[in-house]
């Protein structure tokens, strides 16, 4: 704490977004840190979590696994080690041909849609929701969507699913999910990996072995199972020879309205960083920030939720870019709860956004009580066409389903621009192999 400028516990713990009973509950010897803000604590400090808590706190039931073997396990990769630190300018990035890519995990289509305007054409997305994939097909006919479990597309083969698949291909792209792994295994391999979705997506990836792959994930998986989840991932990318790098990006950065972070994975197959010595940088922040007044002009009618009447006349007393704290006391009781009295920031709650700044990360419902999206002016929250637009998704991407399908699908998605410009990072490594290739 004094390393970090910070002289009592109630200070770190308004530094935290805390009350003081939880730090003391945080800062307990009887206190389990793998259920708990020890992470946020962490962060906070600037520390290990072994410098803070005892080491009786890290205890776990392990059953019949081997904890030798899961202590070779942590000390086997240090994920930090594969964090990209450098970045390249992509705005003026131009794919020298049209790249080759099949996506995994497809969902509506942002992440194919923008690398579709970076300079890829799709020859297969795997996408198991039938309404996805009724958005996929509705808009662009002519895209392969494969609509079928991935674990059978993995067993099968997925050559078998695309007509005239090429040998080599340019880019595997895809967002699986983030699951914890057994660690029953003496290493971090793919056999570890079993009964996860990612396990699926790193076959493929061993059975396609594409120049190239981009994974895309939540944040949190960068401290997911105090990191191990993330070094089984990184591990078993190099198992199956690609040179890697993780970062996590701000979709705000990139042309989108919206402060949204997700973790991104790079590979390059190895052999191509031998023979033609390329390697990856990410894509440069663009310098800017767009605000809900910069997206939301003129923006087609459509359908929206509504909020329940009590519900409405509460959020009608808060003002542009306000939240409880700026309810009347009483009513603020009243409508947090329990909540009131637990102390900590909550800013979520009751959150009117404002039009000079930009929306908060969009989740499937547009009106949860904890992460509230009330628009500026209107005490409503966003429409469809009001999410689509803040996911950077044109007004022509349709979305053929009921509102609260659309919604779900728009809130999941990768925002277009932030694809888009992942995706020239990527064309530029492309277009590097294509030139040395040729020459």
């Not at 962490?42 to 392990?62: A, F, K, R, W």
């Not at 990769?77 to 020298?96: K, P």
């Not at 080599?168 to 996860?196: E, V």
């Not at 991104?264 to 940088?281: M, P, T």
């Amino acid at each position: 704490m004094t390393k970090s400028g910070i002289s009592t516990q109630k200070e770190l713990a308004e530094k935290m977004g805390i009350s003081k009973n939880q730090l003391s509950m945080l800062l307990s010897p009887n206190f389990n840190p793998i259920k708990s803000n020890a992470l946020k604590l962490c962060h906070t400090l600037g520390v290990n979590i072994e410098d803070i808590i005892y080491s009786e706190q890290l205890e776990l039931d392990l059953g019949d696994i081997d904890t030798k073997a899961d202590v070779e396990i942590e000390s086997t990769i240090n994920v930090f080690h594969y964090e990209g630190s450098h970045s390249v300018e992509v705005r003026d990035i131009v794919a020298a041909k049209q790249y080759t890519a099949v996506e995994l995990f497809a969902g509506a289509g942002g992440l194919a849609l923008g690398l579709e305007m970076a300079g890829f054409h799709s020859l297969g997305l795997v996408e198991i929701d039938k309404y996805a994939c009724k958005t996929l097909r509705k808009n662009r006919p002519h895209w392969n969507v494969i609509e079928k479990d991935i674990i059978e597309v993995a067993e099968h083969g997925i050559k078998n699913f695309i007509n005239n698949c090429p040998n080599d291909i340019d880019l595997l792209s895809g967002g699986y999910p983030c699951q914890a792994f057994s660690y029953a295994g003496k290493k971090l391999g793919l056999n570890d990996a079993r009964g996860t979705l990612f396990y699926y997506y790193a076959k493929i990836l061993q059975e396609l072995q594409p120049k190239m792959f981009l994974a895309e994930n939540v944040k949190g998986l960068v401290n997911h199972d105090n990191g191990k989840t993330l070094a089984t991932m990184l591990s078993v990318f190099e198992e199956i020879g690609y040179n890697v790098q993780w970062k996590v990006l701000n979709a705000l950065d990139y042309d989108v309205a919206q402060k949204r972070e997700r973790i991104f994975i790079i590979g390059i197959r190895k052999d191509l960083v031998e023979k033609y010595n390329v390697s990856y940088r990410f894509p440069k922040p663009y310098g800017y920030t767009l605000t809900l007044r910069d997206v939301l002009q003129d923006v087609p009618p459509s359908e929206g939720a509504k909020y329940p009447e009590e519900k409405r006349k509460v959020l009608e007393l808060v003002p542009p870019g306000g939240y409880w704290r700026d309810l009347p006391e009483e009513i603020a009781k009243q409508y947090m709860g329990k909540s009131y009295y637990s102390g900590g920031g909550r800013t979520g709650m009751a959150r009117r956004l404002s039009w000079d700044e930009p929306c908060l990360t969009l989740t499937c419902s547009p009106a949860q009580k904890q992460t509230e999206r009330c628009h500026p002016e209107e005490t409503r929250p966003f429409t469809v066409r009001e999410y689509a637009r803040i996911q950077s998704f044109p007004d022509d991407w349709v979305f053929d389903c009921s509102m609260n399908n659309a919604y779900k699908q728009i809130g999941n998605a990768v925002p277009v621009h932030m694809a888009k410009a992942v995706g020239l990072s990527i064309v530029k490594v492309l277009n590097e192999i294509n030139k040395k290739g040729n020459a």
